[in-house]
């Protein structure tokens, strides 16, 4: 089989399985379910010019511009949209993705931006309280010269940090978690750059629970763009056979970057329980128009550029 037919074989076999999940919890929610979110925060900006740079000034100018992005997609200004759609729909485990903290440092430098700090400071003026149950470490990226400065070159500098994030709702006293892990792939794509070797370091992170003494295990993760078909397909056998495998039942949440269509970006897939001998918890996936791309996530961003 050539690898596009494997592709659309493998991910006609997803779509089977979310379909299942997605009709055995279309009843009223009750005190089973468990309701679950996904999120890319988007980090910001495309790396694209980072990537391409061929000479030391190319890459500092590309850094600088990525950064100024960054702050024009201005992400307390969409951090507040999610903790209004978190309080809207109350969930009880979120899977974030690109959870990015970008430091600048130096005279004149931009502000920096914690992206989890800023999401959960916007829950809790909410009344909200969501805590970290587990997280990756991806990328560490820097620090690298930040043009953006009003000192000499070098003075300033700027660091990237990637993580993906579960959060977990405080408010529910049925629902408890246990045993949070993380890694990072084997198969990682690299980009040779004037700076050095780039790479995402995509990763996993997991968390076991129990509602109302059903268990269950929540996995998130971000798998490598399509462009990079072969990483991504290794990473994803890796997420499966990871992770994702377990004898009980498995809800994977997170930015499969699969090249379907649009609806399967950040998706939720429900993998059922071929063990257990009664029902187990139930998935509440949340009725809701779909949200402005451009508040949220940023895709419009990067369209409308």
Same mark, same amino acid.
């Given at each position: 089989?050539?690898?596009?037919?494997?592709?659309?074989?493998?991910?006609?076999?997803?779509?089977?399985?979310?379909?299942?999940?997605?009709?055995?919890?279309?009843?009223?929610?009750?005190?089973?379910?468990?309701?679950?979110?996904?999120?890319?925060?988007?980090?910001?900006?495309?790396?694209?010019?980072?990537?391409?740079?061929?000479?030391?000034?190319?890459?500092?100018?590309?850094?600088?511009?990525?950064?100024?992005?960054?702050?024009?997609?201005?992400?307390?200004?969409?951090?507040?949209?999610? *903790?209004?759609?978190?309080?809207?729909?109350?969930?009880?485990?979120?899977?974030?993705?690109?959870?990015?903290?970008?430091?600048?440092?130096?005279?004149?430098?931009?502000?920096?931006?914690?992206?989890?700090?800023?999401?959960?400071?916007?829950? *809790?003026?909410?009344?909200?309280?969501?805590?970290?149950?587990?997280?990756?470490?991806?990328?560490?990226?820097?620090?690298?010269?930040?043009?953006?400065?009003?000192? *000499?070159?070098?003075?300033?500098?700027?660091?990237?940090?990637?993580?993906?994030?579960?959060?977990?709702?405080?408010?529910?006293?049925?629902?408890?978690?246990?045993?949070?892990?993380?890694?990072?792939?084997?198969?990682?794509?690299?980009?040779?750059?004037?700076?050095?070797?780039?790479?995402?370091?995509?990763?996993?992170?997991?968390?076991?629970?129990?509602?109302?003494?059903?268990?269950?295990?929540?996995?998130?993760?971000?798998?490598?763009?399509?462009?990079?078909?072969?990483?991504?397909?290794?990473?994803?056998? &890796?997420?499966?056979?990871?992770?994702?495998?377990?004898?009980?039942?498995?809800?994977?949440?997170?930015?499969?970057?699969?090249?379907?269509? &649009?609806?399967?970006?950040?998706?939720?897939?429900?993998?059922?329980?071929?063990?257990?001998?009664?029902?187990?918890?139930?998935?509440?996936?949340?009725?809701?128009?779909?949200?402005?791309?451009?508040?949220?996530?940023?895709?419009?961003?990067?369209?409308?550029?």
């Amino acid at each position: 089989m050539n690898r596009r037919a494997h592709r659309i074989g493998t991910i006609a076999l997803l779509v089977l399985a979310l379909v299942a999940g997605m009709t055995a919890t279309v009843a009223a929610k009750d005190k089973r379910d468990l309701t679950v979110m996904t999120q890319n925060l988007y980090v910001g900006a495309s790396v694209a010019p980072v990537s391409a740079a061929t000479t030391p000034f190319e890459f500092i100018l590309a850094v600088a511009t990525v950064y100024s992005e960054v702050q024009f997609t201005d992400f307390p200004a969409r951090a507040d949209a999610i *903790a209004a759609e978190i309080e809207a729909n109350e969930p009880d485990v979120i899977a974030l993705q690109e959870v990015t903290t970008w430091t600048s440092t130096g005279p004149g430098a931009p502000p920096s931006l914690d992206f989890l700090a800023i999401l959960q400071q916007d829950l *809790a003026g909410r009344g909200l309280s969501y805590s970290v149950a587990s997280t990756s470490n991806n990328a560490n990226v820097g620090p690298v010269p930040l043009l953006l400065c009003t000192g *000499a070159l070098g003075s300033c500098l700027l660091t990237l940090q990637d993580h993906d994030v579960i959060l977990v709702n405080d408010s529910n006293p049925s629902l408890h978690t246990l045993h949070p892990q993380n890694g990072r792939y084997i198969a990682q794509q690299v980009q040779t750059t004037p700076a050095g070797p780039l790479s995402f370091n995509r990763g996993w992170a997991s968390i076991d629970g129990t509602l109302d003494g059903k268990a269950f295990r929540f996995v998130t993760t971000h798998l490598e763009i399509e462009q990079s078909l072969a990483i991504q397909e290794a990473q994803g056998r &890796e997420f499966l056979d990871g992770p994702a495998k377990t004898g009980g039942a498995v809800i994977a949440a997170g930015d499969f970057n699969s090249a379907g269509h &649009e609806s399967w970006r950040s998706g939720l897939l429900v993998l059922p329980d071929r063990h257990a001998h009664e029902p187990g918890v139930r998935v509440h996936l949340a009725d809701r128009p779909r949200p402005d791309p451009w508040r949220i996530s940023c895709a419009g961003c990067q369209a409308h550029r």
